[in-house]
């Protein structure tokens, strides 16, 4: 599945000599950081990166457009669609309990990783009353069969915390090499009891015109068109997890998180193993886009006419915004930039721009700010904020944000007018 999408971009980099998956990888995909990158030898393995490292890359696919995108995010989000179950899935095709993690082309890589890390994961688990979870987490390889597995305080964290305390482990399947409807919904955040299984369907009905397919194993269904499946088991036990570089480019702390136990590998034949580069342009689009729907839904509260919402590059995606709308009323800029920051809590910086900016070009957006903002009348300041543990510059996750009201003032808009032809 994922060697044939990568064959309908005519931009793919292949790599045919062997590369090592110690530090080497990392370089082509720096070195093509918005290009698909196929690798067909790392340990003799097919591994690619870099697939859905632009927008027009991931809306193509989708068959929509980098505008609507958020539109199309939403609209999964807000009507999750159950899943189809079928008898067979192609990854049943090899499936052994004799493999070696370190085998497999687990990419190291940054120098000071903690060691070879799974990056594009997604775990599926059901919890005792039939809820399934799929959300991403990132591994290091511990052994041959161990890993430690990275929760953040959310719904897998619920799901194994309430097993862990009764001594228990958590059964769940690991999912690796996925197309990009599964994988922008197992970076949404939405409610408990809301499946991103069923996300990816409501994307897949959108897109493709059917629902997703799903095969049962052992009691948790697995998307169909995943390239690598694991049984798998979340201990009780800690044990020490990191460095890694994550979305900021920089690295984040050694923490102790949970050890998980790969007992089981299903592939497809001739696998594509993905490796998300940590802190590239692939990782900004799949924890990024997401996000922009939940700050569209919150400005959208308190100002009528919202045009758009962007997570920038330049702020990995994740700290910096613009958002656009039309005013109705002075303040409105003002309003947007407290509805952004309650939209997305990680968000340290955004900026507000009229309707007429694009806010997809850095440069006209500076232009705004350039032209329409005066600092001592038009920045809104939050110090002491709770902001992104991401952040390396915050303080115990507290930041100031800031907020720039780059909209025409209404009573002396044609002021503010550019001139055309």
Same mark, same amino acid.
């Given at each position: 599945?994922?060697?044939?999408?990568?064959?309908?971009?005519?931009?793919?980099?292949?790599?045919?000599?062997?590369?090592?998956?110690?530090?080497?990888?990392?370089?082509?995909?720096?070195?093509?950081?918005?290009?698909? %990158?196929?690798?067909?030898?790392?340990?003799?393995?097919?591994?690619?990166?870099?697939?859905?490292?632009?927008?027009?890359?991931?809306?193509?696919?989708?068959?929509?457009?980098?505008?609507?995108?958020?539109?199309?995010?939403?609209?999964?989000?807000?009507?999750?669609?159950?899943?189809?179950? %079928?008898?067979?899935?192609?990854?049943?095709?090899?499936?052994?309990?004799?493999?070696?993690?370190?085998?497999?082309?687990?990419?190291?890589?940054?120098?000071?990783?903690?060691?070879?890390?799974?990056?594009?994961?997604?775990?599926?688990?059901?919890?005792?009353?039939?809820?399934?979870?799929?959300?991403?987490?990132?591994?290091? %390889?511990?052994?041959?069969?161990?890993?430690?597995?990275?929760?953040?305080?959310?719904?897998?964290?619920?799901?194994?915390?309430?097993?862990?305390?009764?001594?228990?482990?958590?059964?769940?399947?690991?999912?690796?090499?996925?197309?990009?409807?599964?994988?922008?919904?197992?970076?949404?955040?939405?409610?408990?009891?809301?499946?991103?299984?069923?996300?990816?369907?409501?994307?897949?009905?959108?897109?493709?015109?059917?629902?997703?397919?799903?095969?049962?194993?052992?009691?948790?269904?697995?998307?169909?068109?995943?390239?690598?499946?694991?049984?798998?088991?979340?201990?009780?036990?800690?044990?020490?997890?990191?460095?890694?570089?994550?979305?900021?480019?920089?690295?984040?702390?050694?923490?102790?998180?949970?050890?998980?136990?790969?007992?089981?590998?299903?592939?497809?034949?001739?696998?594509?193993?993905?490796?998300?580069?940590?802190?590239?342009?692939?990782?900004?689009?799949?924890?990024?886009?997401?996000?922009?729907?939940?700050?569209?839904?919150?400005?959208?509260?308190?100002?009528?006419?919202?045009?758009?919402?962007?997570?920038?590059?330049?702020?990995?995606?994740?700290?910096?915004?613009?958002?656009?709308?039309?005013?109705?009323?002075?303040?409105?800029?003002?309003?947007?930039?407290?509805?952004?920051?309650?939209?997305?809590?990680?968000?340290?910086?955004?900026?507000?721009?009229?309707?007429?900016?694009?806010?997809?070009?850095?440069?006209?957006?500076?232009?705004?700010?350039?032209?329409?903002?005066?600092?001592?009348?038009?920045?809104?300041?939050?110090?002491?904020?709770?902001?992104?543990?991401?952040?390396?510059?915050?303080?115990?996750?507290?930041?100031?944000?800031?907020?720039?009201?780059?909209?025409?003032?209404?009573?002396?808009?044609?002021?503010?007018?550019?001139?055309?032809?």
């Amino acid at each position: 599945m994922l060697r044939e999408i990568i064959g309908r971009f005519e931009d793919t980099i292949i790599v045919e000599e062997p590369v090592s998956k110690e530090l080497e990888v990392t370089k082509y995909l720096v070195k093509y950081r918005d290009r698909p %990158v196929l690798f067909r030898n790392v340990d003799g393995w097919s591994l690619a990166g870099n697939i859905w490292s632009t927008r027009e890359r991931i809306a193509g696919y989708l068959g929509t457009e980098k505008e609507k995108l958020l539109h199309f995010i939403a609209s999964a989000m807000e009507n999750p669609e159950p899943c189809r179950t %079928v008898e067979s899935a192609p990854f049943m095709a090899n499936s052994t309990a004799d493999f070696s993690l370190r085998e497999l082309p687990v990419p190291k890589y940054y120098p000071r990783d903690g060691g070879q890390y799974f990056t594009s994961s997604m775990v599926i688990a059901r919890d005792e009353e039939g809820f399934v979870n799929m959300s991403f987490h990132r591994m290091m %390889v511990i052994d041959d069969k161990r890993a430690a597995i990275r929760l953040v305080p959310r719904h897998l964290y619920a799901m194994w915390k309430e097993k862990a305390e009764m001594g228990e482990e958590l059964d769940v399947r690991i999912v690796v090499g996925n197309p990009i409807h599964l994988l922008l919904a197992g970076a949404t955040s939405v409610a408990y009891g809301t499946s991103e299984l069923e996300i990816a369907s409501a994307m897949s009905r959108m897109a493709f015109g059917k629902p997703l397919d799903v095969f049962d194993l052992g009691g948790i269904p697995v998307p169909v068109e995943t390239e690598f499946v694991f049984e798998a088991k979340i201990l009780p036990e800690l044990t020490d997890e990191g460095p890694f570089v994550d979305i900021t480019g920089t690295y984040d702390h050694v923490r102790k998180q949970p050890v998980v136990v790969f007992e089981r590998m299903h592939h497809v034949d001739e696998p594509v193993f993905h490796a998300l580069l940590p802190g590239g342009y692939e990782h900004y689009m799949l924890m990024g886009l997401p996000k922009e729907p939940q700050i569209y839904a919150s400005v959208k509260r308190v100002v009528p006419r919202v045009h758009g919402v962007r997570l920038t590059e330049g702020g990995a995606m994740w700290l910096h915004a613009v958002v656009s709308i039309t005013k109705q009323h002075d303040g409105d800029g003002k309003n947007a930039i407290l509805a952004a920051f309650a939209g997305h809590p990680s968000l340290k910086h955004v900026v507000v721009v009229d309707g007429d900016i694009n806010i997809y070009d850095d440069r006209e957006v500076e232009w705004a700010i350039a032209t329409r903002f005066q600092a001592d009348r038009d920045l809104v300041i939050i110090p002491n904020a709770r902001g992104s543990s991401l952040d390396p510059s915050a303080e115990k996750s507290l930041t100031a944000k800031w907020g720039i009201d780059a909209t025409k003032p209404l009573e002396r808009k044609e002021d503010f007018e550019r001139a055309e032809v």
